[in-house]
C-alpha cells in the first residue's frame, strides 16, 4: 500500500480508502458477516481511510461501522470520514444535532475527516455560512469531535474555486476520473487546491461504475493494442492514483474481488503516469465521448454565453442522465437542475457553435434538453415545493 502524507498535518493516509456505501446486502440490510471480513481484508491489506456518510445503506453504514469499531477494537487505526447532511440543516442548532447524532452512531468521540456533504454551488455554501457554518467548524475543531473539517463538492469549477478560496479548509473531496478532467472541479479544481496545500480526496475515480462495467470492445481493443497488461478498472485507477496531488482515492467496494484488485493497484503506485498509457487514455477517452449522446469533451472554448448558460456542465449532466435510470436522473436534477434549466435561455446567437471543436450543434441539442420531461415536469414541482419554503424559485 502507498501511503501519501496530509502536508498540514503529516496524517500518512493509505492511497486506497474504502467508500462505505456500497456493502454486500442481504434480505435488504448489510450483511455485517460479510461486511466485517470485507473491511478487515482492506485494513490488514493497509487501507486505513474510511468514508461513511449519513445516508449511506440509508442510514445504516454508519452505524454499521460503530458496530465494527465495537466488536473489532480497530477505530484507532483508521482514519475515519463522515459528513455533515446539509440539506437536513435548517438553522445553526442542527449542525450540532446531526454531528452529536454521528458520533453515537460510529461509537466514536472525534471524526478525523468531517465534510459538508455535497456543496453544488457557490451560493449553496453561503446559505450555510449564513447559518453560522463557519463558526460550527471551528467550534467542533476546538471540541475535538472533529480533527479536520472539508466539503465534498459536485458543481462547478468556478464556484468549487470560490469555496476553496473562501476558508480555511483542512481538506476537500472532489469527483475526478479519465471522463471529468473538464468536469466539476475537474483537473483545474484539483491543481489549485494542490497549489494552497489543500489534501484533496478522490471520489468516482471509475464514475460510479461506468468505467468498470459493460467497457465499449474498442476501448479493450486499444489497452490491447498498446501491449498495456491491465484490465480496464487497473488502468483507470491506477491513473487517477498516479495523479500525486491526490491524497486518498475512495472506492466504493463491494465484493471481495474488488478489494484483492485494488489492493494490488494501491501498491504499485509511483505518482506519475507512464506516457504510452496517457496516449492510450487519450483514445479511450474519445471513444467513450463518441458514445455519448452529446460528444463534448468539455473544452470549454464555449463558455462565452452571453446568456451565462454552461454549455459543457450541461451536456455532461444531460449524458449522465441519458445513461443513467430513474433514480440517477433524479439525483443529477437534484444536483445540477438550475444548471440544466438555463438551457431554456438560449436566444439562438450562434457565438458558442462557432468555437465548438468538436462540431455540436449545441442550439439544436440545448433545444433538446430544454423539451426533456425532466425540465417541463420536474420544474414545476421543485419550484412549488421551493416557493412553499420561502425560497427563489427557478426561472420559469
Ligand atoms: S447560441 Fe445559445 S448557448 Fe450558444 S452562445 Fe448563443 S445564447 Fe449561448
Ligand atoms: S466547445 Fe464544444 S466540445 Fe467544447 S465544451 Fe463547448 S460544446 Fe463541448
Known amino acids: 500500500m502507498i501511503y501519501r502524507e496530509n502536508t498540514r498535518n503529516k496524517d500518512q493516509l493509505s492511497i486506497l480508502g474504502f467508500g462505505c456505501m456500497r456493502f454486500p446486502q442481504k434480505d435488504g440490510k448489510i450483511d455485517e458477516v460479510r461486511s466485517t471480513q470485507m473491511l478487515k481484508q482492506a485494513i490488514d491489506g493497509g487501507v486505513n481511510y474510511l ?24 477505530r484507532n487505526q483508521i482514519f475515519l470520514a463522515t459528513k455533515l447532511p446539509i440539506w437536513l440543516c435548517r438553522n445553526r442548532n442542527d449542525f450540532d444535532k446531526y454531528i452529536n447524532k454521528q458520533l453515537v452512531k460510529l461509537n466514536t468521540d472525534y471524526i478525523d475527516y468531517y465534510l459538508m456533504h455535497m456543496f453544488t454551488s457557490y451560493g449553496n455554501y453561503k446559505n450555510l455560512c449564513d447559518m453560522g457554518l463557519k463558526e460550527y467548524l471551528k467550534s467542533i475543531k476546538d471540541s475535538g469531535k472533529a480533527k479536520n473539517v472539508g ?7 468556478s464556484d468549487f474555486i470560490k469555496i476553496v478560496d473562501d476558508y480555511d479548509w483542512d481538506f476537500c473531496q472532489i469527483q475526478y476520473n479519465i471522463l471529468d478532467i473538464n468536469n466539476q472541479a475537474g483537473r483545474d479544481g484539483l491543481l489549485h487546491a494542490n497549489k494552497k496545500g489543500i489534501p484533496v480526496i478522490i471520489m468516482e475515480p471509475l464514475r460510479g461504475g461506468a468505467l468498470a462495467n459493460n467497457i465499449p470492445q474498442k476501448v479493450l481493443d486499444l489497452i490491447d493494442k498498446a501491449g498495456i497488461k491491465k484490465t480496464p478498472v487497473e488502468l483507470f485507477l491506477s491513473w487517477v492514483m498516479n495523479h500525486k496531488e491526490a491524497t486518498v482515492v475512495l472506492s466504493g467496494m463491494s465484493h471481495e474481488d474488488h478489494i484483492e484488485n485494488n489492493l494490488e ?21 474519445d471513444v467513450f465521448v463518441k458514445s455519448f449522446k452529446v460528444p463534448c469533451t468539455g473544452c470549454g472554448y ?9 454549455i459543457p456542465r450541461c451536456f455532461e449532466v444531460y449524458n449522465h442522465i441519458s445513461s443513467g435510470g430513474f433514480l440517477g436522473t433524479l439525483m443529477q436534477i437534484g444536483i445540477s437542475g438550475k444548471t440544466l434549466n438555463k438551457a431554456r435561455e438560449c436566444i439562438q446567437c450562434g457565438k458558442c457553435e462557432k468555437h465548438c471543436p468538436q462540431s455540436i450543434d449545441i442550439i439544436n441539442q440545448l433545444n433538446i434538453i430544454s423539451s426533456k420531461w425532466y425540465i417541463r415536469l420536474l420544474f414545476p414541482i421543485t419550484n412549488w415545493y421551493m416557493e412553499k419554503r420561502g425560497k427563489k424559485t427557478y426561472k420559469k
Open 51 to 74: 468514508d461513511t456518510a449519513w445516508p449511506y445503506h440509508a442510514g445504516q453504514s454508519e452505524a454499521f461501522l460503530g458496530r465494527f469499531f465495537k466488536k473489532t477494537g480497530l
Open 151 to 157: 466539503f465534498s463538492f459536485h458543481g462547478e469549477k
Open 265 to 285: 493497484i494501491a501498491s504499485d503506485i509511483d505518482g506519475k503516469i507512464k506516457e504510452e498509457e496517457q496516449v492510450v487514455i487519450d483514445e479511450i477517452i
Open 302 to 310: 464555449c463558455i462565452d454565453c452571453p446568456k451565462e448558460i454552461d
